[in-house]
């Protein structure tokens, strides 16, 4: 059984940064993607990064050159760290884990951003 720990959402001011951390533990295949998705009220989940083990990393556009997306495999945690935040990132942001035949899903985080 695959569990993902998400932590570090909160409320911050738009310009600001928040950092964001997902835990995975149990018996996780070696081979695997990890990745931030995150949902707005009223709207669909929309990918926000995926990294692969190996370190290649995937970006919304949206979020391009204000978030970056990193992984200790050693801890099997991934982190989102995210800058110039605006109001529009305000949303649940949830961790994934992707292996060859199932996604395992975190239970998310709130991230608010005040204007």
């Known amino acids: 059984q695959v569990q993902l720990v998400e932590s570090g959402g909160g409320l911050v001011q738009a310009g600001g940064s928040l950092r964001l951390s997902c835990a995975a533990s149990g018996t996780i295949f070696s081979i695997n993607v990890m990745g931030w998705y995150r949902q707005a009220p009223g709207k669909k989940r929309e990918l926000v990064a995926t990294?692969?083990?190996?370190?290649?990393?995937n970006y919304a556009d949206s979020v391009k050159g204000r978030f970056t997306i990193s992984r200790d495999n050693a801890k099997n945690t991934v982190y989102l760290q995210m800058n110039s935040l605006k109001p529009e990132d305000t949303a649940a942001y949830y961790c994934n884990l992707v292996v060859p035949i199932y996604t395992y899903w975190g239970q998310g985080t709130q991230v608010t951003v005040s204007s």
């Open positions: 990294i692969t083990n190996g370190g290649s990393a």
